[in-house]
């Protein structure tokens, strides 16, 4: 064991003092000597160190190590880097001044609805972005793995001991009484809604306090062999305030049988009211700094992608029927005020310029991207909000752009400098809503600026998808959509593409977010 004031790892770091130690692992304080900054370390507690299969310990807490240094999301810890003392492997992670959500309940009592369910919304967050990474679960979601920073309302997940890819399961071993649902304790297949199960538990915790405690009232997972059936008290029986709603998203989050509990974290957060479901509306990202990206919901439905004889070009044939999945499509193109919140996000593969544009405005079309840059934009929006936000696919940008019409545009077959910025009538980009918005509610499909799609360039659509995705065909050059600020009409049609190198930049070239509604698994 690692004692105050003992340096480690070739005098880098001074150890402080214990943080916590749970069955697996024992994290310290640490000041790092070249810096002055202070980070915590994460090694194995002695029971692990003097087990006789310690290499396979080790190993177990190596793979944790990597797990979390491939995330990047604002409610989960971060992990700097890897060290070795005297054989012994540990984890430098961010020191993360606060305590945890079990500690404060017991010190505070129980939380009033609206910042219990601010602090499970952002878990749920975190859990949605973490089951998107392969199909990693946490295994272990309790209010001591939930650490509220000092003097401010937000939350962060720890301690991913447990944590593991649903295909590369080979263990079920570890689990916390009152937290585990039954198949962790061998009574069904673990998924997604094991987590949600935990969640839904803490947050009874996080609401009732008492509850909790009193685990000789109802089942849990620890007693189903003991006691057999017992009903559970909704969480209002303890604390009448909680409101219906939330009573009973906590009760079906909490379901014995996983059929009858939501499936993801999605629905779960659906059922407490913090998302709503697909629907007209759509949702709004906060990207901090007063900057907001708003979503719109698309329904899906079929149309006729492509355009008709006697219009357009030969690539834009022939005619065919396209179904589309419901999605949701940026309101507007990505702005400058957008690009430059996420520019200044941790890199995931390339720099990007925070100010790349020629025609300068932060309510201006961010331009001269690529579509290599657009892509670095959606792995770091996707890695900071835990949504998988891509760029649209061909088919579902003329989906959403025709918005149920026929015509060349979408307000018809003729085109006015009053409906939309086009052949330089405006001498560059203009701020995005400006002109009027189609029946799905999208504003710019028409002109100022190209929007890179996913897809990459194909001469026609003979053979092309007919169920909404992306084609591609390995190309180097990828499809723009929409006409620009400079073009004549035909370029600015609802069937009419073009496509550029996709390192290519223009201050003509833009893009769009595209995301798809959570999956029911």
Known sequence: MWIPNQSISDGKYIIQKVLGEGGFGITYSAKETSTGEIVAIKTLNGKRQRAKDFPKQQERFVNEAFNLRAFSHPHVVKVHKMIQEDGLWGMVMEYIDGVDLHEYVEQNGQLSENDALLYIDQIGQALEYIHQQDGMIHRDIKPQNIVLRRGKKETALIDFGLACKLDKMTTRDGRTDGYAPIEQYGMGTLGFFTDVYALAATLYYLLTVDGLNHKDEYIHASFVRKLGPVELPPPQYYNSRISKRVNDAIMKGME?????????????????????????????????????????????????????????????????????????????????????????????????????????????????????????????????TGKLYRLPSEAEWEYACRAKTTTQYYFGDSITKDLANFERHYQGTTNVGKFPANAFGLFDMHGNVWEWCEDDWNNNYINAPTDGGAWNSRSDINMLRGGSWRLNPGYCRSADLDGNRRDYRNYNLGFRLAISPPRTL
């Open 256 to 384: 014995l049988e996983i059929a009858d509990r939501p499936q993801t974290m999605g629905e779960f957060r659906q059922l407490l009211g913090l998302i709503s479901p697909l629907s007209p509306t759509g949702f709004t990202e906060n990207l901090s700094n007063g900057v907001f990206l708003e979503m719109v919901a698309i329904s899906g439905g079929k149309f006729l992608m492509g355009s008709p004889s006697g219009e357009g070009d030969d690539d834009e044939k022939p005619q065919h029927e396209v179904t589309v999945p419901p999605f949701y499509l940026g309101k507007y193109p990505v702005t400058q005020a957008q690009w430059e919140r996420v520019a200044v996000l941790p890199k995931v593969n390339i720099d990007l310029n925070p100010k790349p544009s020629h025609f300068q405005g932060a309510n201006r079309p961010v331009e001269q991207v690529s579509w290599i840059d657009a892509q670095e934009f959606c792995a770091r929006i996707s890695k900071a």
